[in-house]
């Protein structure tokens, strides 16, 4: 069971390591607290996490940004697929190696443009990716 009791209404955000976790209040005043799951890139239960993201030395609470950042950047590192979620990262890998073939830091205007699209990714992973249909993992985890 990943649902506690908690009094506060709003989502929390941790990354626990390179693992991203977000504790979501439910109607009820239950908390459920999911883990990105390093095989299918989805949120998955993760009730284990809660001491971790409380008392380890390499977990940080962070905004619902830094938190969408770090999961779309490891969804990114992690998966490849045929859909529009991957020709969005495709886009956004396009982008960091142009700046990495002219030796520069990526612009203000292409950070803009990472961060905005990674939003939109995900906000669109979970509905758009069938793992073994049109994604899958690039390497063992």
């Known amino acids: 069971m990943t649902d506690i009791k908690r009094g506060d209404d ?4 941790f990354i626990v390591g390179n693992r991203t976790v977000k504790w979501v209040p439910l109607e009820n005043g239950n908390l459920q607290i999911l883990k990105l799951d390093w095989v ?5 239960p993760g009730l284990d996490y809660m001491p971790k993201c409380l008392f380890a030395d390499d977990s940080e609470q962070v905004s619902e940004d830094e938190f969408i950042q770090q999961t779309e950047a490891m969804r990114r590192e992690s998966f490849t697929g045929d859909n529009a979620v991957f020709a969005l990262y ?3 890998d396009t982008i960091e190696a142009t700046a990495k073939a002219e030796r520069r830091l ?3 205007q292409e950070l803009a443009i990472i961060a905005l699209t990674q939003r939109k990714t995900h906000a669109m992973f979970e509905s758009v990716c069938r793992l073994g249909e ?3 993992r690039k390497k063992p985890y």
């Open 90 to 92: 495709g886009l956004l």
């Open 106 to 108: 990526l612009t203000e």
């Open 40 to 44: 299918t890139g989805l949120f998955i």
């Open 134 to 136: 049109n994604y899958t």
């Open 10 to 13: 709003s989502p929390r955000y």
